[in-house]
């Protein structure tokens, strides 16, 4: 049997503009913004290739803290593409670094240690690593 990870509750102060954050700084597909009352809403976003949306809101999700969600974590093929992509569209990102070593050679030198680093505007912490092919 197969076990996805489908959704994380990312825990917000301002819905719209963690919305905006999401949506339009950081590209991820808006599924769905929906409003049952003045007290409920839920937004869910899904980054671009992913199984796994995160959702934001009020009412229907659990109360955290705004910003104490840490070490979320995306996976793309080029970390230098993927910096640039994040700087172009303004998101306050750390530079590219290498974390770790290879146990193995890889067919490029960041695969699996090259990291950025980010946050939402509540403070909750992104990584982003590039992996571009999977050991077997």
């Known amino acids: 049997m197969n076990w996805t990870l489908e959704v994380v509750i990312v825990p917000v102060s301002d819905i719209d ?7 339009d700084q950081l590209g991820f597909a808006v599924d769905h913004d929906t409003v049952l009352g003045d007290d409920i809403r839920i937004v869910q976003l899904t980054p671009p290739g992913s199984g796994c949306s995160i959702v934001i809101g009020k009412g229907a999700v659990p109360e955290m803290p705004p910003g104490s969600l840490k070490g979320l974590q995306l996976v793309v093929p080029d970390i230098e593409r993927a910096h640039a992509e994040l700087t172009a569209r303004g998101v306050e990102v750390s530079e590219v670094r290498e974390m770790g070593v290879n146990p193995r050679p890889t067919p490029h030198p960041l695969d699996n240690v090259g990291f950025v ?17 999977r050991a077997e």
């Open 17 to 23: 503009r963690a919305k905006a954050f999401y949506a």
């Open 117 to 133: 680093f980010f946050s939402d505007p509540d403070g909750n912490e992104w990584a982003v690593q590039q992996i571009s092919s």
